[in-house]
């Protein structure tokens, strides 16, 4: 596992998102470093320079769970304060479920915690969506996602940076397909110039790790929500019960898949909603300031660490 770090004192890991990298975090790490922290952000499993192994069933929640778990271990912390950003935040919640006494607080953005589900995720996505083709749903299938999106690694990039952001367009994006895929997940013409909180020195280092690695490791996350699920079939009813921060972007379109008020019976210690005006799905780099402030604030409110 590569990992980013900076600073010394409590532990903080910051887990990413798709399609995204440790690098996601560039301007968490030295906030957190400055107010007393041990900020690690790690490229997770199948993405950047951490091992990418072959089976799709390698990256189920007990694969990754373990990664962090063994992170810790590796770095002689029993416990730390788990941030993550969408799958991430996904993760994190997960980790709290299975291993309460390794968290010592979690902040979750754009992605909030959902209880296990009557149906399998896949059914359940089916349901919701009779006439148009979820974008998780036209991940499951090996191969064809993975090649479309590596095809031009550049606009992949610029296109999921722009139309899931703040900046985007009212109704663009790829959350939704027609039923017949036709053209699937690519688009003609040049990739659209970033967002203006993306410098091209930064689209450059994703563009160039995406470019070596391929999706598949990060496509092969959503390829186990089934899996997931029945792993969870002892989670029915559970809740988690350690202090906890949600923040996203008022206009991440992930809220309105999965509202934040979903969780309010289910999260017992959530000290609060942050939500950004104005910003979209990639709230941390969107909204460094903000999401920065935030986060310094929860570890303060918990008591962990110094005062900040």
Same mark, same amino acid.
């Given at each position: 596992?590569?990992?980013?770090?900076?600073?010394?004192?409590?532990?903080?890991?910051?887990?990413?998102?798709?399609?995204?990298? $440790?690098? &996601?975090?560039?301007?968490?790490?030295?906030?957190?470093?400055?107010? +007393?922290?041990?900020?690690?952000?790690?490229?997770?499993? +199948?993405?950047?320079?951490?091992?990418?192994?072959?089976?799709?069933?390698?990256?189920?929640?007990?694969?990754?769970? /373990?990664?962090?778990?063994?992170?810790? /271990?590796?770095?002689?912390?029993?416990?730390?304060?788990?941030?993550?950003?969408?799958? +991430?935040?996904?993760?994190?919640?997960?980790?709290?479920?299975?291993?309460?006494?390794?968290?010592?607080?979690?902040?979750?953005? &754009?992605?909030?915690?959902?209880?296990?589900?009557?149906?399998?995720?896949?059914?359940?996505?089916?349901?919701?969506?009779?006439?148009?083709?979820?974008?998780?749903?036209?991940?499951?299938?090996?191969?064809?996602?993975?090649?479309?999106? *590596?095809?031009?690694?550049?606009?992949?990039?610029?296109?999921?940076?722009?139309?899931? !952001? *703040?900046?985007?367009?009212?109704?663009?994006? $790829?959350?939704?397909?027609?039923? /017949?895929?036709?053209?699937?997940?690519? &688009?003609?013409?040049?990739?659209?110039?970033?967002?203006? $909180?993306?410098?091209?020195?930064?689209?450059?280092?994703?563009?160039?790790?995406?470019?070596?690695?391929?999706?598949? *490791?990060?496509?092969?996350?959503?390829?186990?929500?089934?899996?997931?699920?029945?792993?969870?079939? *002892?989670?029915?009813?559970?809740?988690?019960?350690?202090?906890?921060?949600?923040?996203? +972007?008022?206009?991440?379109?992930?809220?309105?898949?999965?509202?934040?008020?979903?969780?309010?019976?289910?999260?017992?210690?959530?000290?609060?909603?942050?939500?950004?005006?104005?910003?979209?799905? $990639?709230?941390?780099?969107?909204?460094?300031?903000?999401?920065?402030?935030?986060?310094?604030?929860?570890?303060?409110?918990?008591?962990?660490?110094? !005062?900040?």
């Amino acid at each position: 596992m590569h990992v980013a770090e900076q600073g010394e004192g409590p532990l903080v890991v910051l887990c990413h998102g798709f399609p995204e990298l $440790w690098y &996601s975090w560039r301007q968490q790490l030295p906030a957190l470093a400055v107010a +007393g922290y041990h900020a690690v952000a790690p490229d997770q499993r +199948g993405y950047g320079r951490t091992d990418r192994p072959d089976p799709v069933e390698a990256y189920d929640i007990v694969h990754l769970t /373990d990664d962090l778990i063994g992170l810790l /271990d590796a770095l002689g912390e029993e416990r730390a304060v788990f941030v993550g950003h969408d799958w +991430g935040a996904a993760l994190v919640w997960q980790l709290a479920l299975m291993h309460p006494d390794r968290v010592a607080g979690l902040v979750a953005m &754009s992605v909030a915690y959902l209880p296990r589900t009557p149906i399998a995720p896949t059914q359940l996505l089916e349901a919701a969506f009779p006439d148009r083709l979820m974008y998780i749903l036209y991940f499951q299938e090996p191969g064809r996602a993975d090649q479309e999106l *590596g095809r031009d690694v550049r606009r992949t990039m610029s296109r999921a940076f722009i139309e899931l !952001s *703040g900046d985007a367009p009212r109704g663009s994006g $790829w959350l939704l397909l027609t039923r /017949d895929v036709a053209g699937g997940l690519e &688009s003609p013409g040049d990739p659209p110039a970033p967002p203006p $909180w993306l410098t091209s020195e930064d689209l450059e280092y994703f563009v160039v790790e995406f470019s070596r690695t391929g999706f598949t *490791g990060g496509l092969n996350w959503y390829r186990n929500i089934d899996r997931n699920w029945e792993l969870a079939a *002892g989670q029915g009813g559970a809740k988690v019960d350690v202090p906890a921060l949600f923040v996203a +972007g008022e206009r991440d379109a992930v809220l309105r898949m999965t509202p934040p008020e979903i969780m309010d019976d289910w999260v017992l210690d959530l000290r609060g909603k942050v939500i950004v005006p104005g910003a979209g799905h $990639w709230i941390q780099q969107e909204r460094p300031e903000e999401v920065n402030a935030a986060m310094l604030r929860f570890l303060k409110e918990i008591g962990y660490g110094r !005062s900040v």
